[in-house]
């Protein structure tokens, strides 16, 4: 399983970016994928997922500026991220599980692969 995060960037508060997760040895649609984020000197923390393909859970922090989705023809989920604020300045994670029961959707230490991270900074 690989997990191939990217999309991260420079942006001005107020501004969007979305991140892809590209996906190999696994199908997306099946599995619950999920977005964490760490800033420096913080611990990580989630963000967002998408539960066996289906629903959808959010941090209270990116509730109705960000959005989980997925493309299952690329085999990829992403992460549309607006309304972006200097305090969402993180490197970001994909990660996926398959097994993963719906009370640990939000807890890191569930998620069995993780992608390499994109570091998004989001200036004042």
């Known amino acids: 399983v690989q997990l191939q995060a990217s999309g991260g960037g420079l942006v001005q508060a107020g501004g969007s970016l979305r991140l892809s997760c590209a996906a190999s040895g696994l199908t997306v649609s099946r599995q619950t994928i999920a977005w964490f984020r760490q800033a420096p000197g913080k611990e990580r923390e989630f963000v967002a997922a998408r539960f066996r393909g289906s629903n959808t859970y959010y941090a209270d922090s990116v509730k109705g500026r960000f959005t989980i989705s997925g493309d299952n023809a690329k085999n990829t989920v992403f992460l549309l991220m607006n309304s972006l604020r200097p305090e969402d300045t993180a490197i970001y994670y994909c990660?996926?599980?398959?097994?993963?029961?719906?009370?640990?959707?939000?807890?890191?230490?569930?998620?069995?692969?993780w992608g390499q991270g994109t570091l998004v900074t989001v200036s004042s």
């Open positions: 990660a996926v599980d398959s097994s993963i029961i719906l009370s640990s959707v939000r807890a890191a230490r569930s998620y069995d692969h």
